[in-house]
């Protein structure tokens, strides 16, 4: 089993920072990549950023310039800060890991419980 805990949400003035924080535990060989996901009610989870084990990035456009996503895959661990906030970031944030187990050689999709980021003033 591999479990996701993120932390770092909360309530933030628009045009302030936040930063997240994921790690990853349990039966890990190896993580391909790790990205955050965020969802607001009645829509779809939609791709925020993600970055892979050789350190390539990629940003929904929404967000671009404005949150930075970074990892340390030796700690199975992955951030997202989060600058420049707007109401429309609001959010239930989600920790994403592509896990390969000691056995079988397979890649699996993991998710984390999600953290509530509020942007409001």
């Known amino acids: 089993q591999v479990q996701l805990l993120e932390s770092g949400g909360g309530v933030v003035q628009p045009g302030g920072s936040l930063r997240l924080s994921c790690a990853a535990s349990g039966s890990i060989f190896s993580i391909k990549s790790m990205a955050w996901f965020r969802q607001v009610p009645g829509k779809e989870r939609d791709m925020v950023a993600v970055?892979?084990?050789?350190?390539?990035?990629n940003y929904a456009g929404s967000v671009k310039g404005r949150f930075t996503i970074s990892a340390d895959f030796a700690k199975n661990t992955v951030f997202l800060q989060m600058n420049s906030l707007k109401p429309e970031d609001t959010a239930v944030y989600y920790c994403?890991?592509?896990?390969?187990?000691?056995?079988?050689?397979?890649?699996?999709?993991?998710w984390g419980q999600g953290t509530q980021v509020t942007v409001s003033s």
């Open positions: 994403n890991a592509e896990v390969r187990p000691p056995y079988p050689a397979i890649y699996y999709t993991h």
């Open positions: 970055i892979t084990n050789t350190g390539d990035t």
